[in-house]
């Protein structure tokens, strides 16, 4: 069974900034952070466990792409990911992350 990945609109607008940020250094480290994104989320529609949780926050998961976090949960009963927030890795999760 396939999860459903919902953007909220913390995440959607990381992604707007980290793209204007990445656009400033070239179209090509854009288009690698959204390769590696896209090929990360089309893995977790059918493995959404498959990284650990936040050991800092417990409800949330993390993943890595490039020099970015991607902090999500899961919504078993829903089948649902909501992917919560997209911050560079020199920022502090905990100040941006609702416990």
């Known amino acids: 069974m396939k999860y459903r990945i919902r953007f909220l609109r913390s995440a959607r607008s990381d992604l707007k900034a980290c793209e204007a940020y ?3 250094y070239s179209e090509e480290a854009a288009g690698d952070f959204y390769a590696e994104l896209d090929k ?3 893995s977790m529609q ?3 466990f498959m990284f650990q949780v936040y050991e800092r926050l417990p409800r949330y998961r993390r993943f890595i792409v490039g020099k970015y976090s991607v902090y999500y ?4 009963e ?3 990911i909501g992917i919560y927030r ?3 890795n ?3 999760a905990n ?3 609702k416990v």
Do not use: G, S
């Open 22 to 24: 990445l656009l400033q």
């Open 46 to 48: 059918t493995m959404p």
């Open 95 to 97: 100040r941006h992350l």
């Open 90 to 92: 020199a920022r502090d």
């Open 78 to 80: 829903k089948k649902q």
């Open 73 to 76: 949960v899961v919504d078993e």
């Open 40 to 42: 990360i989320l089309y």
């Open 86 to 88: 997209v911050l560079h």
